[in-house]
């Protein structure tokens, strides 16, 4: 880890997703802004790297500027309860509360933080009024989105447990048997290697990666773009998708990215690198095995061959005009195609 104290002016215009995602900065006046990046410490951190320590004294807060946060509790070791990113708020609970850490909280990757003394913090709160009802503002309204956020994953959850087996019909049929179908085949291949030392043979993989996208294309059909059925029935559907299948994909690391979204959005440019890469991995025997499914699936196919024909249409251009193009990348992720066609 290494530590640098303030940050200038001029980089602070490079720090506007910290107010997009949180509202802080927004919340201040300038001369508030400029005693934060001051003051605090500009820390990088490793992944794996432990920044605050369940029931341990905490002397910073911390603001994300880049990276990514996971937040653990003793009681629940092997998981995540939640994920911070840019913008978000590090021990701001024990700095409001003068009380020890309730979770520990892990960099997942290479990070930067604004680590800012909870010491001097206080004395300026103390000694400026206005800027302590601006700074307790920007936290209550930080805390009333994580309420917020919180709610909805409750409500969603609820929904989840809705039982669909009342449904009738040779539509809901198919789709729970296809549910069940697939989910036999998972418990086959982890079978297969418990006893073949956490190895399943090719003809295996082969074998889940079909049924893979044949499951796929019924859920679209079914639930997806191509359903017919009527939004409550999809609506119960899904649920029961989600509580039958869930579980696994959450054992796999492109699939569980999609899902976890934690930079906002499925396709963000890490999780689209993790495509172009296609080195299926995982949790536990059967991760890997469901993460090579999605990795071969049509759509993560189209992806991966994006940048090849992206290449090829920048250098046409390029050639057709002499050799000099402008090329404008907007929401490219990586933009590897930029890359591939300069080598």
Known sequence: MSRTQGIERSEIDDLMIMQTALGLLNELNEEDVDWIFRTGFERQVAANAVIVREGEPLAYLYIVLEGLFGVKIASIPDSE???????????????????????SVVAIESSLLLEIPSALLAERLKAMPSFGAQFY????????????????????????????????GEVSRTFFSWIECFK????????????????????????????????????????????????????????????????????????????????????????????????????????????RCFLSSPIATAIRNRP????????????????????????????????????
């Open 137 to 168: 503002k920007a936290l209550a309204i930080l805390n009333s989105r994580r309420v917020r956020e919180r709610v909805s994953s409750l409500t969603t959850s609820f929904h989840a447990k809705l039982d669909a087996t009342n449904l009738i």
């Open 308 to 343: 090849v024909l992206l290449a090829k249409e920048i250098m046409n251009t390029v050639q057709a005009n002499d050799g000099a193009a402008h090329v404008t990348c907007l929401a490219c992720g990586p933009a590897q195609e930029v890359f591939d066609g300069l080598q």
């Open 184 to 291: 036999s085949l998972l418990f086959r291949a982890d079978g297969e290697a418990l006893k073949g030392d956490g190895q399943v043979s090719e003809a295996t993989a082969v074998a889940a990666e079909k049924t893979f996208r044949d499951f796929c294309q019924v859920v679209n059909t079914t639930i997806g773009d191509a359903s017919t059925e009527n939004s409550s029935v999809k609506a119960e559907l899904g649920a029961r998708l989600q509580r039958e299948i869930l579980p696994f994909v959450l054992l796999t690391e492109t699939m569980e990215r999609f899902y976890s979204k934690p930079r906002g959005y499925a396709g963000d440019f890490q999780t689209i690198e993790m495509i172009y890469r296609n080195r299926p991995t995982g949790t536990k025997r059967i991760g890997p095995l469901l993460d």
């Open 81 to 103: 309860i939640g994920k911070l990113g840019p913008g978000e708020i590090i021990g701001e609970i024990s700095f409001l509360e003068n009380i020890l850490p309730s979770a």
